[in-house]
């Protein structure tokens, strides 16, 4: 069973502030995504990671995936109030052409106060 | 971008009867969407694989003759719970795969809610 280990599961810090969120697993993943959760909404794609090694910059949010592509972490600087939200790392299952299933890790649920 | 809509935003229901949630890709053909379960605070958990023309994949442990999954188009899937009860509160998210986009990207809808009583 290939699972993704999210971490923290928590976070509240103050506007300014930097964080990095950690996702983990044992096993080797063709690609991981990040996603951004509101309350009562479905998660929205904020990118795709597919070469290990690989490090994609979205303004202020760095995402970068292990050269092994079996982890992969999220790194936001200057942190806002807008930032705030459930941020979902998921790996893909399957190998070769097409994606495949996801897996997602436990969340991180990110406050950021004024 | 690719939109994905998932219908009815939220529910309310009595104990016994049966809810249908609908989730339809509105710009792309998706002959593959999932369905997924989601508690307060947690993660989204893959109940089922649905694909166009054929039965559903679940996962373990999730019952097929109680969550109805139906994707009779390229653009439709539909997710029954049948003889819903309280336990089966929660939030249901589906997503389709857009094979037409690099890497092939999922995408998600909005979210069922729900409730029932």
């Known amino acids: 069973t290939q699972l993704l280990e999210q971490s923290p599961q928590f976070l509240s810090i103050q506007e300014g502030e930097n964080l990095t969120v950690y996702c983990n697993s044992s096993?080797?993943?063709?690609?991981l995504q990040w996603y951004r959760q509101e309350p009562g909404e479905g998660p929205v794609l904020l990118v795709t990671?597919?070469?290990?090694?690989e490090v994609k910059k979205l303004k202020r949010l760095t995402f970068q995936f292990g050269d092994a592509r079996k982890d992969s972490s999220l790194h936001i600087t200057a942190a806002q109030p807008g930032d705030t939200g459930l941020y979902l790392c998921?790996?893909?299952?399957?190998?070769?052409?097409?994606?495949?299933?996801?897996?997602f890790g436990k969340g991180t649920k990110l406050s950021v106060k004024p | 971008g690719a939109v994905v809509s998932q219908h009815p935003s939220w529910v309310i229901c009595k104990s016994g009867t049966s809810v249908k949630i609908e989730c339809r890709s509105l710009?792309?053909?998706?002959?593959?969407m999932f369905w997924y379960r989601q508690f307060p605070k947690q993660s989204l958990m893959l109940m089922a694989t649905?694909?166009?023309?054929?039965?559903?994949?679940?996962e373990q442990g999730v019952e097929k003759d109680k969550f109805l999954i139906n994707h009779a188009s390229l653009t439709l899937s539909t997710l029954t719970v049948t003889s819903a009860h309280p336990e089966d509160s929660s939030f249901y998210i589906c997503?389709?795969?857009?094979?037409?986009?690099?890497?092939?990207?999922?995408?998600f809808g909005s979210g069922t809610q729900l409730s029932v009583l």
């Open positions: 997503s389709a795969r857009d094979r037409g986009q690099p890497n092939e990207k999922l995408f």
């Open positions: 096993s080797v993943f063709s690609s």
């Open positions: 649905s694909n166009e023309g054929s039965k559903a994949t679940y």
């Open positions: 998921a790996g893909a299952r399957n190998y070769g052409g097409s994606q495949g299933n996801l897996i």
């Open positions: 710009d792309f053909q998706a002959t593959t």
């Open positions: 990671v597919v070469t290990g090694g």
